[in-house]
């Protein structure tokens, strides 16, 4: 069947916002059809007609783009400048692009910074977030977010690993994530000694990442782990943004090489890059260079200078092509004048392509008479999840990662045992050891105080210290399709617990019995015992859930410190009577963990304790004979709540989890470049 550019201009139509998936993600779908072009498929509902090349050959596969656009919402300046109260405005990033890319050939997107080249990669692999128009199919399929996991890998711009690991250590715990289930280790290990070779990674195999502070492999190596990370799963399309970025010239041609290989070798590699040099040029199968969103040129490499130099930008001699082209074809924003000339000439290049013959007959091999598949992805969906490995080998494979993470940084791992202990000699040295006078009372409120905002306050710490950098590589595992937010959640504070359990025995061991609580009571001791593990795990666990609303550590730092010091201060009662504070403030104490906490241990602590009054404290105050009275006066109901405020506490461990998933839900993921 054949159609004319007026009715392929009715074919595609824009969709408003991006569609939910069944777990509620925002999820951009590449096809949106006029259903009047679809009546004469009716007898075929999981047919649709729409463009895929049927001039090809059928042993070529190829993914296309048809009549691509893509819009989003930018804010006008920070928020500080009233931006939050003005309408965020449209912004069309990409405009009408028709592209394809075929497999067996590495293809290079070139063009200066804001081209568009990172949001091209970002819709075909299904990661935009702004309005889609337009058509991306592979394999005459039309593509979408789980097809496309399924059959890509896109490499980001930065290298987000751990730096405590090795590179085989890296390659293999990705690849007990990525791998199916059925596999054993050694056909894992045959795998990743694969990819090592692959990517030329021998010598460093058993060498560390490294990070800012400890060197490890060089940058260029860092970029082939990450690629090797991607390359695990063998996927059909490699996409990479920038992978050349920050690499000394020798080592990104050694990169872009290997890539080409790999295309060479049966995959479909795609990349961009600001301006490659010649010899690097020299590699590429095809060039698409982008500028304001359009394309100023798309074909083979030795087809550049002789185009450019058709409508009259001839290429100086000893120059190379793709340096002179691309700052041709860059607007230069200096000034308004300029930006205003330059957009200008710009505009007239891409115009001067689309009127080209490289691109009408693409163009016309794309819209004219082809058909496409779009099935309902069940049996698609069913086989992947059958190719997963299964959620325990998922489970295992993050606490042994993160395990191995923090045993080789020394001072976290010294850190989570020794930092709780090494708050009690300054604690003692303030309050000293404990005795039964009447003005012992405050010490122990002291006391008390002290500890329930300590083991709060260190398992803020613990978490700050630890928790980012796992954050950061949860982001882009989390964007492959590898786990969900509740398995990393979970195997953090599964992988916290054991030594939080450690470190608040020893801390309670030291403080109780050295400070002279109410030792006379074993099982005191024990609910002391639990209520700081219990604080330390939830501080812990709603720090991390906070460091997933706020990305900045040290703002997430503050927030969580502020909530724990309210939280102590309006609810313990411990430096002000709940009682005597205002309705609304006693209200919202109830809201808080310290509340119940302090009440446990207040109770444990005074009950059947018995205090002597000396002759000065009988006159200037009334004295407490027993600790049994102070509970009667302040803490009424705290022995027979016991129970209660142990199962609320049992109720805050989980709900500190619930609550941490909940917020990495609301805030979202970030799109990661």
Not at 146 to 152: F, G, I, P
Not at 558 to 575: E, Q, R, W, Y
């Amino acid at each position: 069947m054949e159609y004319s550019k007026k009715d392929d201009a009715t074919l595609l139509t824009k969709q408003s916002a991006p569609s939910m998936d069944n777990k509620g993600h925002s999820v951009v779908q590449y096809g949106s059809f006029n259903p009047a072009f679809l009546e004469h498929e009716t007898d075929a509902p999981d047919k649709l007609s729409a463009p895929v090349p049927q001039d090809q050959s059928e042993g070529t596969t190829s993914l296309d783009i048809v009549d691509l656009s893509y819009t989003i919402k930018e804010h006008p300046g920070h928020w500080w400048h009233g931006s939050c109260l003005r309408k965020s405005r449209l912004k069309t990033v990409l405009h009408s692009l028709y592209m394809t890319f075929t497999k067996g050939e590495i293809t290079a997107l070139i063009g200066s910074s804001g081209s568009g080249k990172t949001s091209l990669l970002d819709v075909i692999s299904g990661r935009a977030q702004g309005e889609v128009s337009g058509l991306v199919t592979y394999k005459k399929e039309l593509c979408t977010r789980d097809t496309m996991k399924q059959v890509s890998s896109y490499v980001l711009q930065a290298d987000r690993l751990l730096p405590t690991l090795t590179v085989k250590e890296t390659l293999t715990y990705m690849a007990y994530l990525k791998l199916p289930g059925q596999l054993t280790s050694s056909e894992i290990d045959a795998k990743v000694q694969s990819v090592i070779a692959d990517m030329g990674l021998q010598h460093v195999a058993e060498s560390r990442i490294g990070g800012a502070v400890v060197r490890g492999v060089s940058g260029g190596e860092k970029r082939r782990i990450t690629i090797g990370v991607q390359l695990l799963k063998d996927p059909e399309i490699l996409l990479l943004d920038e992978p050349t970025s920050g690499l000394d010239a020798f080592t990104a041609r050694q990169l872009v090489s290997s890539l080409a290989q790999l295309a060479h070798r049966g995959k479909l590699v795609i990349l961009t890059i600001h301006q490659p040099r010649s010899d690097i040029f020299n590699l590429l199968d095809k060039v698409a260079i982008l500028t304001i969103g359009r394309l100023a040129f798309n074909g083979k490499p030795d087809h550049l200078v002789s185009y450019f130099t058709s409508i009259g930008y001839p290429c100086p001699r000893n120059q190379n092509p793709c340096d002179v082209y691309v700052d041709i074809t860059s607007v230069d924003r200096r000034s308004p004048g300029v930006e205003k000339s330059t957009s200008k000439k710009v505009q007239k290049l891409c115009d001067a392509f689309a009127n080209s013959d490289l691109q009408t007959s693409l163009v016309k091999r794309l819209s004219v008479g082809l058909t496409y598949r779009k099935s309902d992805g069940a049996e698609n969906n069913v086989g992947s999840k059958n190719e997963m490995p299964p959620w325990t080998r998922k489970m295992q494979c993050l606490l042994k990662r993160m395990y191995i993470h923090l045993w080789r940084d020394r001072g976290a791992f010294l850190g989570r045992f020794l930092m709780l202990p090494f708050f009690v000699p300054f604690i003692l040295i303030f309050l000293g050891r404990l005795n039964t006078e009447q003005e012992s009372i405050q010490n122990r409120l002291g006391l008390i105080y002290q500890a329930t905002q300590v083991t709060a306050y260190v398992g803020m710490t613990h978490s700050i210290a630890l928790f980012p950098v796992l954050r950061e590589l949860f982001y882009r595992e989390y964007q492959d399709g590898l786990y969900s937010t509740f398995t990393f959640l979970l195997a953090y504070c599964l992988h916290c617990l054991p030594f939080n359990m450690v470190t608040v025995t020893v801390f309670s061991s030291i403080f109780y019995w050295s400070a002279g609580m109410n030792n006379n009571d074993t099982l005191s001791f024990a609910a002391f015992v639990l209520v700081c593990l219990i604080l330390v795990q939830f501080g812990e666990t709603l720090t991390a859930g906070i460091l997933g609303v706020f990305r900045n550590v040290p703002l997430a730092n503050n927030t969580t410190a502020l909530v724990f010091s309210a939280s102590g201060l309006l609810a313990s009662g411990l430096l002000r009577a709940v009682t005597n504070m205002p309705d609304f403030l006693e209200w919202a104490g109830y809201i808080a963990i310290h509340k119940y906490a302090a009440e446990i241990v207040v109770a444990n602590e005074f009950h059947n304790l018995n205090f002597t009054c000396s002759h000065h404290s009988q006159q200037e105050t009334q004295c407490l004979t027993t600790g049994d009275q102070y509970l009667k006066l302040f803490y009424r109901d705290a022995l027979d709540n016991m129970s209660r405020n142990f199962g609320i506490l049992a109720g805050y461990s989980v709900g500190g989890f619930v609550l941490s998933v909940l917020l990495f839900k609301a805030r979202g993921l970030p799109t990661l470049h």
